[in-house]
């Protein structure tokens, strides 16, 4: 029997990513890669409140249904422009929840100023939203998600982490089949999201990178195409 509580060596993990998804030349095709620290520290402040909102409507929807939809919230709220986002009177945000060509729910919509606010905060201390997040690196990405959970609006869970990887942003994310490989191997137990299980999968994700040279994303995705039954596609 296998021991438990050990990660398997970075080789055994990529060939099983590669004979499920059809050999290396396809599972390396699926990867990508992430931006720079320095490209990440470019990146505008309305990008980042643009994809924290996407993120915030998608989440438990159909994302299909919020990219449909997406030119409209641009039109909506001034290009996420966040100084003009916080000159959003809460009848304009009422207003915007009520109109059709974006997603009627003022909970989600008041996350929109929440987040501008948030980010503003961040940008006067740092230079910009983009130079904050590229402090961060791979040896701590959860104190990154910590943060926009504790400071955001509604970006826990994966909401934030997803949010992250879209803007090119290093990390993992925790995958349904992530956390299912990491608590099977008995490195966590419980809840995937408590400080005691996100370490223990941060230093893991920091021990491959070292084996490996490999990005904390195509470390996660290698991990996640290798289990569960995503075998065409992810």
């Known amino acids: 029997m296998e021991e438990q509580g050990y990660l398997e060596p970075f080789s055994r993990l990529y060939q099983r990513a590669c004979e499920r998804k059809g050999g ?11 931006l720079s620290s320095n ?18 409507f998608q989440a438990g929807f159909v994302w299909r249904v919020i990219e449909n939809k997406w030119d409209n919230f641009e039109r909506l709220f ?4 966040v100084e003009k986002v916080l000159l959003m009177p809460d009848e304009m945000l ?24 948030m980010i503003s905060d961040v940008s006067r201390d740092y230079g910009s939203f983009g130079k904050f997040v590229a402090s961060f690196d791979s ?25 992250l990887r ?36 941060q230093e893991s994700f920091a021990q491959l990178h070292k084996e490996s040279g490999r990005s904390l994303q195509e470390l996660s995705l290698i991990i996640a195409f290798g289990v569960g039954d995503n075998r065409v596609g992810y």
């Open 78 to 81: 001034f290009g996420f422009d």
């Open 166 to 201: 879209a803007l090119g942003k290093d990390t993992f994310v925790l995958s349904p089949d992530v956390v299912a490989y990491f608590t099977n191997r008995g490195i966590i137990s419980g809840s995937a999201t408590s400080k005691r299980s996100l370490t223990a999968i």
């Open 39 to 56: 490209e990440i520290s470019q990146i505008p402040d309305d990008r980042f409140l643009a994809e924290f909102t996407k993120k915030v």
């Open 94 to 117: 009422e207003q915007r929840a009520q109109n059709p060509d974006i997603i009627r729910n003022y909970n989600r919509v008041k996350t929109i100023r929440e987040n501008a606010l």
């Open 24 to 34: 290396e030349k396809r599972l390396e095709s699926l990867l990508g890669r992430p």
């Open 139 to 163: 040896t701590n990405v959860i104190d990154l998600w910590l943060f926009l959970k504790k400071r955001g609006a509604r970006l826990g869970g994966n909401s934030g982490p997803y949010a």
